[in-house]
């Protein structure tokens, strides 16, 4: 009997140890996940009516800009031919310079080894979604053969 007892005593002075190591304080890590964002997108793929003979400015498109990288992003852009080519004939074309936002007279490179830096936003405290007009400045060609003259412009987004 006196063994059970002392067991018994062992056993509770255990568990009234064990309750002055209970926590008063609890911790809990609770997050959420942001889906990258990073988007160009135009609202136009083809404008036909540029001045080539008089030359000329003509908004060709609004590109908008979709960005949550607080490091923020760079908008780059290059061109296929760097001119605006006779399709009869590529050896007659007429030159032009793009404004992309605050970004005026910028001459594309030709090809994407050749792209130029046409925006940099700079840090972000927010996500972005920003629109910005491109203006094609056409020279004059007052001698220009008849024909339909061409260039593709292509721009890129990326994350700084």
Sequence with gaps: MKQ?????MTVLTLI????TFAATTGDITIS????????????????????????GSATVATANEVCNNLDGYKIYGHALNGALENQSNTAVSTT??????SSTGVTLGVGSVNRVELKDSG??????DVDEDIVVNVDAFATAP????????TLVIEAN
């Design 123 to 128: 840090t972000l405290l927010a996500s972005a």
């Design 32 to 55: 959420g996940t942001v889906a990258p964002e990073l988007e160009l997108s135009l609202s136009a793929t083809t404008y036909t009516t540029l001045p080539i003979v008089a030359g």
């Design 16 to 19: 009234g140890s064990m309750s």
């Design 4 to 8: 059970t007892l002392k067991k018994t």
């Design 96 to 101: 032009y310079d793009i404004d992309y936002g």
């Design 146 to 153: 008849a024909g339909t003259y061409q260039d593709t412009i």
